[in-house]
């Protein structure tokens, strides 16, 4: 029963940890009465609006049913795989990128590697930078752990863009490693390729960890990310994947490192004490087919930028976007003295819109030092899983919340 007593104690690190957002989202959404006329729209989690190819599905139906993907295997996964991610890490970032099987292991998930990679680094008491807005999860997971997330502010006037000076400013002798996120998660920011350069310099020359979980990198459609896979990034440098976003196979659950084989080395010890290894059947239904899913992910890039076209374009004027880029757009709504945790509720219960308010990615406290924005305006929307019609009715709705909540506009 709910109300049953517990007879035991919780680890202070589960104690300290925020419950996990998106259920609170999908709480408000229960509360709404959807009709036909007016369905629930639902731009709150980053989840893929299609599915994975024909071809992709019928391999993965096939290595489901195949004897050889029932037992284990290797805590770092599949070889095949291995061996074909790194030929797409040269695909994605360039022939001249010094990465191989070697390179990575295979994960439950990226945010399992994510995990995986500071249990490896950092005890309780040591520091990870994260800039804010953060992805919840990597500061979860760090609180977990008993390591100090430590907020490198980032701000709406430089596009939720962070800063290396700044950052510089926040190392102290328990940081273990900068954590980024490009295209970011919750703003959709994308980060230069010459920023991520400053960044892995500033972590080389302080001996740390820089962490880049690039899940949303095949929606950038400018050219390479970034060219850090030159012949020294595995000093200090961790990249992170994962397969659920551009394969649209979240459920799935399968994710990568990439970094020195020498870090790779305890991880391995780790994943096998949390996953024993990743699931086999779509690593053996990916293996061969990676070269043949580009078309697809490509297709699926260009229609994420044409769908976030049409979000800005149908966007009521008093609604600011600060960022935009992968799955997200972060938005600023125009009620005076209002916060978007309020503003939130209300779209979901009301108006059957469901979106994340920037309280879910925030500390709760300004950082004495630093200059802060004000988080309580903010709102995450996702355009990945919405088409077209609904993000115009999505709009249209947000355009009838000016007048039917009654709260006095900027």
Known sequence: M???????????????????????????????????????????Q?????????????????????PQSFGYCPADGELLLRKSLAEEIKFVYGSDSDVT????????????AFFATIMSLADAGDEVILPVPWYFNHQMDLTLLGVEPVPLQTLPENGFIPSVDKCRSLITPKTKAIALVTPNNPTGATYPASLLASFLDL???????????????????????????RSSWRENLIHLF????????????????????????????VLDCLQICPPRPLQIALAPLLPEVRTFIRETAEAMQARHQLFRQVLPPRWKIGAQGGYFAFVKHPFKGITSL?????????????????????????IVGQATWDKSRWMRFSVANVNDEKVKRTCERLAESEFAFGWELE
């Open 203 to 229: 972590a080389a020359t302080h001996g740390i960890a820089l962490i880049v979980d690039e899940t949303y990198r095949d929606f950038i459609l400018t050219g390479r990310p970034h060219s850090l896979f």
């Open 46 to 66: 980053g989840v893929p609006g299609s599915h994975p190819p024909k071809f992709l599905q019928e391999a993965l139906g096939a290595s489901a049913s195949s």
């Open 101 to 112: 099987a070697h390179d990575i292991a295979l994960t439950t998930g990226c945010n399992m």
């Open 342 to 366: 309020d503003v939130c509720k209300r779209l979901a219960t009301e108006l059957g819109v469901v979106c994340l308010p920037s309280t879910f990615f925030c500390e709760p406290d300004d």
């Open 2 to 44: 709910t109300g049953s007593r517990l007879g035991l104690r919780l680890s202070k690190g589960i104690l300290n940890t925020i419950s996990p957002p998106i259920p609170a989202a999908y709480q408000w959404a229960s509360l709404y009465v959807a009709t036909q006329e007016r369905p629930l729209l639902d731009m709150s």
């Open 242 to 269: 994962s397969f659920s976003k551009s394969y649209c196979l979240p459920g799935h659950r399968l994710g990568a490192i990439a970094t020195s084989p020498n870090l790779l080395k305890p991880i391995k010890t």
